[in-house]
């Protein structure tokens, strides 16, 4: 198929540019890099000896994006463009919102004008807000006491994309509810490059083992978990990209959501044991307060992608550790430096 790649210059962009072109499918990226760089999608293109399209476009403009992609045929649509920094999104919650929503209505509105029907959403576990029973269904109600911009814009999104579905029906969309993506490719060519400081557990880790970052601040330590650290779904970002490749090639009719996760829970201080073991440097930490809005335990029940799309995660934390220094140490400015 050919792909059109929404925000496909991102951390999970990139890995899912590369998993499509190793699934044989061509992909066109559209990126406004205002959060991302054509470095990484250069340096896809050197892994995979394909070439990818790239449309340098904001999608939250409708009539610039509609220019930019006129004389581009596409067969589908991945939609990772968006902002994601939870805490920035309470401070600029107009900005997010214009932003995430827009872009997800213009890229709609395109496809409609263009009979596109294949729509594959970046979704994320955060629709579910404060999780009642664990591990995570999809049947788990959506929204109940989500406690940011970010994550309500992602539920707004869902909602958003149902309502077109019910009025085209001809359209066939997945969405997919990221756990914690973490790791890169094992190269060390790609991976994630956040701007400032890193507000995401394993990239902050794999900064303080370079020597960026004095040491770990560890959010809070008396949550209802074994260790009083919170707990999440670690998902391999290759694996996740995978995912991606799985719910296009097996889109249908209708709305379909999916846990892309692993089913295994890990404190942060798990996580932080798991790096130090793959890497063989230790990580200086101190535990402080706890952040604002944080959930104690956030785990996936994969079971719907596995039995539906055939999709599973393989990859450990210990391999997502050692290929987060593989891409740390061998660019430790992230990319252009
Ligand atoms: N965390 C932490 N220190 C940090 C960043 C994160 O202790 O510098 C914790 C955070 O409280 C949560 C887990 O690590 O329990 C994962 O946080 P992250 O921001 O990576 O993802 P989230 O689950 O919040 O989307």
Request: glycine share 10%; proline share 4%.
């Amino acid at each position: 198929m050919r792909v059109l790649l929404a925000g496909g210059a991102g951390y999970i962009g990139a890995h899912t540019a590369l998993a499509l072109i190793e699934h044989g499918h061509e992909v066109l990226v559209v990126d406004d890099f205002s959060n991302s760089c054509i470095d990484s999608i250069q340096r896809v293109e050197a892994l995979s000896g394909a070439t990818v399209t790239v449309i340098e476009n904001d999608l939250s403009n409708l009539e610039a994006s509609r220019v930019a992609l006129a004389g581009h045929d596409f067969d589908a649509v991945i939609h990772l463009a968006g902002l994601k920094a939870v805490g920035e999104s309470t401070e600029q919650p107009i900005r997010y919102y214009r932003t995430n929503i827009d872009s997800t209505l213009n890229l709609l509105e395109i496809m409609r004008e263009r009979a596109v029907t294949k729509l594959v959403f970046s979704s994320s576990a955060t629709v579910y807000g404060t999780p009642e029973l664990l591990p995570l269904r999809e049947d788990h109600p959506v929204g109940n006491n989500i406690t940011n911009p970010y994550g309500w814009s992602k539920a707004m999104n869902e909602q958003i994309i149902r309502d077109v579905q019910a009025a085209w029906p001809e359209l066939g969309a997945v969405l997919l509810r990221y756990f914690n993506p973490v790791g890169a490719h094992p190269s060390g060519q790609i991976g994630e490059d956040p701007s400032g400081v890193p507000s995401n557990l394993m990239p902050y880790v794999a900064q303080v083992a370079i020597g960026r970052r004095e040491r770990l601040s560890v959010f809070g330590n008396d949550y209802p978990t074994d260790d009083g650290t919170g707990v999440r779904d670690y998902i391999h970002v290759m694996d996740l990209a995978e995912g991606h490749v799985a719910a296009l090639e097996h889109l249908r009719d209708g709305v379909t959501a999916y846990n892309l996760g692993t089913g295994r829970g890990s404190s942060v201080l798990d996580l932080v044991s798991a790096f130090e073991q793959a890497v063989g440097i230790a990580i200086p930490y101190e535990i402080v307060a706890a952040r604002a809005g944080d959930v104690a335990e956030a785990v996936a029940d994969p079971s719907l992608a596995h039995a539906e799309l055939g999709w599973t995660a393989t990859r450990s934390l210990a391999d997502a550790c050692r290929d987060s220094w593989a891409w740390q140490s061998s660019n430790p400015n992230g990319y252009g430096a």
